[in-house]
């Protein structure tokens, strides 16, 4: 059975750092196809970043440049380095894995496996 357990979450100031973790287990293999999404209170689920073999990588606009996804496939971990944080990255943040399709776009209905969440603040 596949779980998502996500690590890392916290409450920080404003320009400051996270990195949040999501372990897998239950796969044969590292899952090809990971990603983060996030849901701010009222507000709907929204894609952050995805990464694809370890390798290619694909953030949404309001992150690029100043969060970083990676894979650790050894440990069948992936990542969320969260620099110059704002208010507005204040969220729930959820990983998620999916086929290959998956990757490179946010289309929800592509993600097939979720973890519970790890709760960011960021305040001023």
């Known amino acids: 059975q596949v779980h998502l357990v996500e690590s890392g979450g916290g409450s920080v100031q404003v320009g400051g750092s996270l990195r949040l973790s999501c372990a897998a287990s239950?796969?044969?293999?590292?899952?090809?196809?990971m990603a983060w999404f996030r849901q701010s209170p009222g507000k709907e689920r929204e894609g952050v970043a995805t990464?694809?073999?370890?390798?290619?990588?694909y953030y949404a606009d309001s992150v690029e440049g100043r969060f970083t996804v990676s894979q650790d496939k050894a440990k069948d971990t992936m990542y969320l380095q969260m620099d110059s944080l704002k208010p507005e990255d204040t969220a729930m943040y959820y990983c998620?894995?999916?086929?290959?399709?998956?990757?490179?776009?946010?289309?929800?209905?592509?993600?097939?496996?979720w973890g519970q969440g790890t709760r960011v603040t960021v305040s001023s």
């Open positions: 998620a894995t999916g086929r290959t399709v998956a990757c490179g776009r946010f289309r929800q209905s592509d993600w097939d496996y």
């Open positions: 239950g796969y044969a293999k590292p899952p090809v196809c």
């Open positions: 990464i694809y073999n370890g390798r290619y990588t």
